[in-house]
């Protein structure tokens, strides 16, 4: 089961994109940039190589824009272009960066200790993972699968959604009121017609927080998929992660997750957010 891809959009070349730090009116946004990484961002987790095509149906951004982001992603490493048929598939230049990122994240290998703990619980089908925000999504920084022949399939570097999964909605709440509104805003900018259905997603979160010590996601996100997770903060104060544990929910039931882990991963959470 791999976590849903959103599909970035663009607009034309003179027209200044919206976003998460950057609006129309946003004179020190660089959209340019901002397009660049729409590109990359296109690359889903089981796909190898793009057309421009294929990138510029993704992004909503003109063909001929795509041709020149492409070509200069290329010219700086982080895409590769195929010989024979012209398309692109990720290039070193993007692992460097990842690698880059991963190496500064200390917390990840803490947080595989918690998470082996986590995992060796009463229901073997439990998977647990700790993740960071990203836009409007939950990026996957370290991962404890089970052994199990069924299990969900999980990996550094998947995607949950933030305001259906339960590692998102954890990281919500662990925000400030004026960051999650914020978050709130654009979310419903993207998807205006799920507006009550976003602002009742943050209140439940909120809710399940204040009653059981976390939040919950049970078939949310993905009718088969059940979890819960915990905000964590980072020893310094200046990042703000989530971790969660689940499970198919034909195999681990949100009781079971509430009764048999809650207590567990809150004092996980507690513990990350604490030790340096």
Same mark, same amino acid.
């Given at each position: 089961?791999?976590?849903?891809?959103?599909?970035?959009?663009?607009?034309?070349?003179?027209?200044?994109?919206?976003? %998460?730090?950057?609006?129309?009116?946003?004179?020190?946004?660089?959209?340019?940039?901002?397009?660049? $990484?729409?590109?990359?961002?296109? $690359?889903?987790?089981?796909?190898?190589?793009?057309?421009?095509?294929?990138?510029?149906?993704?992004?909503?951004?003109?063909?001929?824009?795509?041709?020149? #982001?492409?070509?200069?992603?290329?010219?700086?490493?982080?895409?590769?272009?195929?010989?024979?048929?012209?398309?692109?598939?990720?290039?070193?230049?993007?692992?460097?960066?990842?690698?880059?990122?991963?190496?500064?994240?200390?917390?990840?290998?803490?947080?595989?200790?918690?998470?082996?703990?986590?995992? %060796?619980?009463?229901?073997?089908?439990?998977?647990?993972?700790?993740?960071?925000?990203?836009?409007?999504?939950?990026?996957?920084?370290?991962?404890?699968?089970?052994?199990?022949?069924?299990?969900?399939?999980?990996?550094?570097?998947?995607?949950?959604?933030?305001?259906?999964?339960?590692?998102?909605?954890?990281?919500?709440?662990?925000?400030?009121?004026?960051?999650?509104?914020?978050?709130?805003?654009?979310?419903?900018?993207?998807?205006?017609?799920?507006?009550?259905?976003?602002?009742?997603?943050?209140?439940?979160?909120?809710?399940?927080?204040?009653?059981?010590?976390?939040?919950?996601?049970?078939?949310?996100?993905?009718?088969?998929?059940?979890?819960?997770?915990?905000?964590?903060?980072?020893?310094?104060?200046?990042?703000?992660?989530?971790?969660?544990?689940?499970?198919?929910? $034909? #195999?681990?039931?949100?009781?079971?997750?509430?009764?048999?882990?809650?207590?567990?991963?809150?004092?996980?959470?507690?513990?990350?957010?604490?030790?340096?």
């Amino acid at each position: 089961m791999q976590p849903d891809e959103a599909q970035t959009e663009g607009n034309g070349d003179d027209t200044p994109d919206t976003g %998460e730090g950057g609006t129309a009116t946003d004179r020190n946004f660089v959209s340019s940039i901002a397009r660049g $990484f729409d590109v990359l961002r296109c $690359f889903r987790p089981d796909e190898r190589r793009l057309t421009n095509q294929q990138i510029a149906s993704r992004t909503g951004l003109p063909k001929p824009t795509v041709s020149r #982001l492409t070509y200069t992603l290329r010219k700086l490493g982080y895409l590769v272009q195929s010989d024979t048929d012209g398309s692109y598939r990720l290039g070193a230049g993007v692992l460097s960066l990842g690698y880059s990122v991963l190496a500064q994240m200390e917390i990840a290998d803490r947080a595989k200790e918690e998470m082996a703990r986590l995992c %060796e619980g009463p229901n073997p089908y439990v998977t647990a993972a700790l993740g960071e925000r990203h836009r409007l999504q939950v990026v996957y920084l370290a991962v404890r699968q089970t052994n199990q022949a069924v299990s969900l399939t999980m990996e550094v570097g998947a995607r949950l959604p933030l305001f259906q999964s339960a590692i998102g909605r954890a990281i919500l709440v662990g925000m400030s009121e004026e960051e999650r509104t914020h978050l709130l805003h654009m979310a419903i900018e993207d998807r205006p017609e799920s507006e009550q259905q976003l602002r009742k997603s943050v209140s439940d979160a909120l809710d399940s927080f204040a009653e059981h010590g976390v939040v919950t996601s049970f078939g949310d996100w993905r009718k088969e998929v059940n979890g819960i997770a915990v905000p964590v903060r980072a020893p310094a104060g200046d990042r703000l992660y989530a971790l969660n544990v689940g499970g198919p929910s $034909f #195999l681990v039931t949100g009781e079971e997750l509430l009764e048999a882990y809650g207590e567990r991963l809150a004092a996980s959470g507690q513990m990350l957010s604490t030790v340096g």
